[in-house]
């Protein structure tokens, strides 16, 4: 069996999708035999402009069960900016095309956060006549629309970018024969493709920081150090809850912000009107050393912002930061809220972009380091991945025989 696999992440670049698809194949791999192939079609490192990491174009792994075949195209930079993404997608979307359309697969396998690449691996399914395997971790129209309408997007244009989003939607989760959502709270949104069977495998904990040893750092040390680390983008908002927490909070706490994105230039306009010295950023670092950082923090702070779209999602961070025993401090709504209440001991929520509400809960609240235990044990990444290799093998399986 040959299975094509769509991503644009893919490690060593940064991010909860580069961190996902890798580990993905590597589990499904091992769970396919020796004959079969994958063949992952993904991008040089570029998430983030400031952080570069090499890779070769193409590359051959065999750890037993199926060969994995990863071939990276070169993509314009963006910057995280919308036209610059949209180019970029552009480019891998064409090389994606040409590089593939000679090969025969027996499944096409799509990891997507804004649609499009879902989009490519429908219309290759198409071309191809095979079944197509859909991994949505977000939802891109709902959320782009928000955030347009926000920032300049006139009314008659957004009911054209939607009207063209609604086509591109209906050809790819249409022709789905399943579909995993990243969250539960994605669930009503994809009710109209009932042609898709579905499943809900979140994100998960890596043995990185399963291994993390408990800090022993004091928490009774005159400064808090607040830990922000991860895209910048307009879906986290930072700009409007940062500086001014900052603020109100004083000289008693530190922020240190650590990552790149679409917004940091709006975020560091906001620390600078604020004229505060307790605020840090740090450019991108490697997973490993996040290890560290997570250690000498003592509140780790995930934040959305204050869009309908995001009250389905579960943000990757918090998967994170649930391994460690620091306090979290989450500025989150809807199915992000419940979800951390029922499995997130230990964490402070307050809704998005509540400035009052969120120095509130600190300073009202005693600082307590908490192992999570049971909710490791129940998202650990490797017994996600298995479960959702099994999915696959199980649709793989079903289109064959129908061949």
Known sequence: MNILYLTFYFEPDLGPGATRNTSVVNELASQLAPSDSIHVVTTHPNRYSLY?????????WYHGGAAITVQRVKVLEHKGRYVGQLAAFYSYYRQVWQLTKERP?????????????????????????IALFLDIRDLFREAILEILKRR?????????????????????????????????????????????????????????????????????????????????????????????????????????????????SKLEKAIRRSTRSNIEWHPPISRANLVNAYQMADYLFVHLNNLEAFKRVIPSKLFEYGATDKPILAGVSGYAASFIEKYLPNTLVFPSGD?????????????VRLARDRFVRQFKRR???????????QVLTNSTAHV
């Open 355 to 367: 400035v009052n509400r969120l120095v509130e809960q600190l300073r009202q609240t005693p600082y």
């Open 152 to 264: 300049w997007c006139t009314a008659p244009a957004a009911w054209m970018i939607d009207g063209v989003l609604q086509v591109v939607e209906r050809y790819t989760f249409g022709y789905a024969q399943h579909i995993n959502l990243v969250s539960e709270g994605f669930a009503d949104y994809f009710r109209p493709f009932d042609q898709a069977t579905y499943s809900y495998y979140t994100q998960g904990i890596d043995d990185l920081f399963i291994n993390m040893p408990h800090s022993e750092k004091r928490t009774d040390s005159a400064v808090k150090t607040i830990l922000y680390a991860g895209n910048i983008g307009e879906g986290q908002g930072l700009d409007t809850i940062i500086p001014q927490a900052a603020q109100q909070l004083g000289d008693g706490y530190r922020f240190v912000i650590i990552g790149d994105g679409s917004a940091r």
């Open 383 to 393: 017994t996600i991945n298995a479960a959702m290799a099994r999915q696959i093998r």
């Open 52 to 60: 570069h990491s090499p890779a070769t174009s193409h590359e051959q």
């Open 105 to 129: 697969y027996d499944l096409v396998i799509a990891s997507s956060s804004r649609l499009f690449t879902a989009f490519l691996g429908a219309r290759i399914s198409r071309r191809k006549h």
